[in-house]
């Protein structure tokens, strides 16, 4: 459905829940309460302490960034 709705003219808004779903986006936006910050993948990890949090929280990685051993 995703496929279908990128197909068409215009902005198609998807709420991540997954990585995945950001990463096949061209833009992303985080609204995490202060200032909107818009940009690739890789850009917000450089640029937004919020993004990068949230990629390590989907990939299961702990708050300080360190991988989760096992």
């Not at 709420?15 to 990463?23: D, E, K, Y």
């Not at 937004?48 to 708050?63: K, M, T």
């Given at each position: 459905m995703e496929r279908a709705f990128a197909a068409r003219p215009g902005?198609?808004?998807?709420?991540?829940?997954?990585?995945?779903?950001?990463?096949?986006?061209?833009?992303?936006?985080?609204?995490d309460g202060g200032r909107p910050v818009l940009g690739r993948h890789d850009e917000l990890l450089l640029r937004?302490?919020?993004?990068?949090?949230?990629?390590?929280?989907?990939?299961?990685?702990?708050?300080s960034g360190r991988p989760v051993s096992a």
């Open positions: 902005a198609l808004l998807v709420i991540a829940h997954r990585i995945s779903s950001a990463l096949r986006a061209r833009r992303v936006l985080i609204l937004s302490a919020s993004y990068r949090e949230l990629v390590g929280r989907w990939q299961g990685e702990p708050e």
